[in-house]
Every structure is written in structure tokens, then in C-alpha cells.
């Protein structure tokens, strides 16, 4: 049985090969646009800083691994991993829907960027997959996080989104061990870290955030090290 967080609870990780899936609902806003959510992750040192910009992995990160595009396997990754930059791309569109983000270390593994939520799997809206062992010694925590694309422009915000969660799950059985779900407690923000991965004393936990942030993906990057106007 899984274990379920509630905020500001933590659990600590017996694995260090494991699937994360995130999921939410979107209230019909009657607005006309897609809402469109991304998950990204911050690997951060112990100043809460990241140690460079390819170590935020998200939708539009320039490391990336190839998936198949069609065939029984279309969407897996394409082994042995191996990665390419985002400039063997032209379009960006196509990068996104034909690889998936990566740090440097292929320890974080974003996915597939789903705008629509056609491409989501077992019910979770986004994934990401983990491998602590590839993680370097600098990096003492990966924060999760959700953010709305032009959330200005279409006047979108986390008051519109219900049913929010993250769960972990066994790579092999995909049984589900932890899981954390939101709640309602969200109105004007823009952006949430959802939990984060952190190590202490030699071992890695995982603790339930669901903080909220006004400025969307920009606000996210400026608070973790990367300064965006």
C-alpha cells in the first residue's frame, strides 16, 4: 500500500531507479485556450541554487534523449541513451514530441511534452523518471514543480486546477509507493513546487511541498539560480 503525504510530510526513498507521475484536472475556464501545464525539475547544491542552467530539466531543455517515433515502441527512449543536443532539431515542436529533457548525468529524465494531455500515461498527466545513483555528490536536492504556459496571455492560474498530485512508483512493477495530493488550496498562483527529492545523512527522502509562486516558469528559475527578466 502506498504511502500517502500530506504537505510538509516526508518518506524516505528505498529505491533509487523509480517513475514519477504527476496528475491534475482542469476546470472548464470557457476562455477558448488550452491549458497547458509543465512539470520541471531544479537540481539544486546545498545553497538551493542550481550548479548550471542545463541542470533545470523541462520542456524546452537543450540536452535531450531520442524516443521512437512510431512502431509499437513509439515513445519509448531509444537505447543506449545517448544525448543529442536541441539543435538536431529545426523545430522546436517536433524536439518535444520526438525526445524527452535530460540533465547532463541522465540522472533526471523529463517527458514528452504533453500539451493536450493525449500522450499521457496511466492516468498521470506528465512523468518524469529518476535515477539517484546517476546523481552528482553536488546536487542535494531536485525539486519537482508545475507551471502554466502563458498563463498572462490566456489568464490562467492555480485556481482553476483541482485533484492535483505526484506519486512515485516502482520502475519494475509500477506499483505505487508514495503519493501526495494537493488539495484546493491554490487561487491566483501561477506556478507550485509540488515536492523535492532531498538527501540527508546519506540517504534520500522525498518531502511534500505544494508551495505556491505568482510569475509562472520564470519566477521558478529566478528563485533557484537562473536569472530571467
Not at 500500500?1 to 518518506?11: D, P, V
Not at 547544491?45 to 524546452?60: A, M, P
Not at 509499437?72 to 518535444?96: A, C, F, H, Q, Y
Not at 539517484?132 to 502554466?148: A, D, F, P
Request: charge should be negative; aromatic fraction near 8%.
Amino acid at each position: 500500500m502506498a504511502i500517502r503525504l500530506e504537505k510538509g510530510q516526508n518518506s524516505r526513498l528505498d529505491m533509487n531507479i523509480f517513475h514519477v507521475g504527476l496528475g491534475w484536472d482542469v476546470n472548464d475556464d470557457n476562455s477558448g485556450h488550452d491549458f497547458d501545464l509543465d512539470v520541471s525539475a531544479f537540481l539544486v547544491g546545498t545553497n538551493g541554487k542550481i550548479l548550471s542552467d542545463d541542470y533545470l530539466v523541462f520542456y524546452n531543455s537543450e540536452k535531450r534523449l531520442k524516443v521512437h517515433i512510431s512502431g509499437t515502441n513509439k515513445g519509448e527512449l531509444i537505447k543506449p541513451l545517448t544525448i543529442v543536443p536541441s539543435t538536431e532539431w529545426s523545430d522546436n515542436d517536433d524536439m518535444r514530441q520526438q525526445s524527452r529533457p535530460v540533465d547532463p548525468d541522465i540522472s533526471v529524465i523529463g517527458s514528452i511534452d504533453d500539451e493536450d494531455g493525449k500522450t499521457s500515461e496511466d492516468g498521470d498527466d506528465e512523468t518524469m523518471d529518476i535515477d539517484l545513483s546517476r546523481v552528482r555528490s553536488e546536487i542535494n536536492e531536485i525539486v519537482i514543480c508545475v507551471s502554466i504556459h502563458k498563463y498572462a496571455e490566456r489568464r490562467q492560474n492555480f485556481g482553476q486546477v483541482s485533484n492535483a498530485y505526484i506519486r512515485i512508483l516502482d520502475e519494475v512493477t509500477g506499483a505505487e509507493i508514495i503519493r501526495y495530493d494537493l488539495g484546493e488550496d491554490f487561487s491566483i498562483e501561477t506556478a507550485v513546487v509540488v515536492g523535492e527529492l532531498y538527501k540527508h545523512a546519506g540517504e534520500w527522502k522525498f518531502n511534500a511541498i505544494g508551495s505556491g509562486f505568482g510569475g509562472g516558469l520564470a519566477a521558478l528559475c529566478n528563485h533557484y539560480g537562473i536569472a530571467v527578466a
